[in-house]
């Protein structure tokens, strides 16, 4: 069975860091790109960051940038988020998901098929 | 950043009727236009891909149109199930963007 599996989501402290996991199952990460995507209590989807499964292209949102990191463990078929600096603001579920293709090499732009289903983090005092 | 807004925000349909949904993007993103359907509490489920292409699995009353900066989801004949928040995604630039939601309550 394809799936996603997230894990390390957390109520940490303003400042303070936390590793987010992803671990996918039922397929291997080659040939695919793995995001996270979040979405605030009561709010829209926010894309948050993307990477190929080589690691060697790697986006984020500008929110984000320069406090998270993803990473990618292709002997684990583990995806990571190291989020740093942590602000309310983040607070969310935060969603791991899968994108085929994503080169597009198809000439068609795929979607993200598989997604897991979510781990809250909550920034607070 | 690509803005894609989505029309109307909330839209109340009975059984049976047609649902079409808006979604704009501020500049031109070809047919890298992606929507998806979210139910409270669960992940977000692929319905439409590349602007016009039906996701696996989704029932044939789903269907996508559009190219540029307009695009239309619509629902030909809704059925109950079908209540829950849609959403427009591109991924023409980075960073990759959603649209704000419709909500279609049956």
Redesign the interface.
Known sequence: QVQLVESGGNLVLPGKSLRLSCVASGFTLSGYAI?W?RQAPGK????VA?TWNDGKNE????SVKGRFIISIDNSKNTVYLQMNALRPEDTATY?C?R?DDPD?VSG??????V????TTVTVSS | DIVLTQSPARLSVSPGERATLSCRASHHIDSYLAWYQQKPGQAPKLLIYDASYRATGIPGRFSGSGSGTTFTLTISSLEPEDSGVYYCQQRSNWPVTFGGGTEVEI
């Open positions: 995001q995507v829209g989807l926010e894309w993307i986006h984020y949102a500008d969603y998901a994108e597009m068609y732009y795929l979607g993200v098929d997604w897991g289903h979510g």
